[in-house]
């Protein structure tokens, strides 16, 4: 069996070999780390570096570069990866074939989740979707921060707002209705505004890194979407946070509406100028680039769309 047409430093054909060798290889070399590999796949570290040692033996050349900080792929483990990958995937693709009912999809998924529809959204039903494939075994990571799919191990991920060319595939699922929020007391303190001009005597919850420039109110003014400069006195980066420091009374936030209702049974919070939302945040399925993807992570993808589509708006020009 022939993985890859042998470079020149490969004269001899590539003797067959096992699926889990191939999978602890491709791990290794997605993460680029034998400690995450093992970690993720639930094995010792020595055992993850001996079968990469084999492998290597068995086809003759060096597949990875490695240094007391570092692993990189050869070119040779380029080519290697990019065959082993496709391999695999139709591996589990042929292993799906003789699976008699939904249940018995097994293995691993890790997913990864913004905070606030891990917290509100998924996690509640994610009990339906384990009963009804009880052999996988489900890890979720819940941040706000932009993780990398490839090199953290993820099967997909959920992200909200604007994309940066990743070489991901990224699946349109609708955008998030926005809603500008304030505490009853912060309004008692300060007024409830009317009109744009009306921000000028209120603060603003800041959305962002420390020491990051911009900010200020966004709105649409018919044309475009504009941003109003307002005073702040707390930025924060996670939508924990965030909420927290609304319900706290420390100024204004621009939060997606399915947020709203769970605010205001944590406390009063009201809405103010319905008319001069943000622009809404496009919502957004990532998974890798390949020809096949696993039974478990289609059954997983399908699931969350189901979940996220009724909480969700679609614009006539939106591209998924």
């Known amino acids: 069996m022939r993985l890859f047409e042998p470079a020149s430093s490969l004269p001899q054909p590539i003797k067959p070999m096992e699926l889990a060798t191939l999978r602890i290889f491709v791990k290794v070399a997605e993460l680029a780390s034998f400690t995450r590999a093992a970690e993720q796949l639930g094995l010792p570290k020595a055992r993850v570096s001996t079968s990469v040692q084999q ?4 086809l003759g050349t060096r597949l990875l570069q490695r240094t007391t900080r570092t692993v990189r792929l050869t070119p040779d483990g380029e080519q290697l990866l990019e065959r082993s990958q496709l391999l695999l995937a139709e591996a589990d693709e042929v ?6 009912s939904p249940s018995a999809l097994r293995g691993r998924l890790r997913i990864d989740l913004p905070i606030k529809l891990a917290r509100q959204l998924v996690i ?11 052999q996988l075994e489900i890890e979720i990571s819940a941040t706000d921060r932009l993780v990398d799919l490839v090199h953290e191990g993820f099967d997909c991920v959920l992200r909200i707002g604007r994309l ?4 991901l595939v990224a699946r349109r699922l609708g955008e998030m209705p926005m809603a500008n929020c304030a505490s009853a007391a912060y309004l008692a303190a300060r007024g409830t505004p009317r009109t744009l001009d ?3 005597g209120h603060l603003l919850v800041r959305y962002g890194s420390a020491g ?11 044309d475009g979407w504009r941003l109003r400069p307002m005073r702040s006195v707390v930025t924060v980066n996670n939508t924990d946070a965030y909420e927290a420091a609304c319900l706290a009374g420390l100024g204004l936030i ?26 809404p945040l496009p919502v957004w ?20 769309v189901g979940l996220l589509s009724p909480h969700l708006a679609q614009r006539p020009d939106a591209v998924a």
């Open 55 to 58: 492998l290597e033996a068995e």
């Open 95 to 100: 292993q799906s074939l003789f699976q008699q």
């Open 124 to 134: 509640p039903q994610l009990p339906a979707f384990i009963a009804a494939h009880p």
């Open 164 to 167: 940066d060319d990743s070489g």
């Open 198 to 200: 009306d921000l000028d």
């Open 212 to 222: 990051a420039a911009g900010g200020g109110f966004e709105y649409s003014d018919g």
């Open 254 to 279: 621009q939060s997606p509406r399915i947020g709203l209702a769970a605010m205001q049974t944590h406390g009063d919070v009201r809405e103010v100028l319905p008319e001069f939302t943000a622009e």
């Open 285 to 304: 399925l990532l998974y890798p680039h390949r020809r096949h993807l696993p039974k478990r992570v289609q059954a997983l993808m399908a699931w969350l």
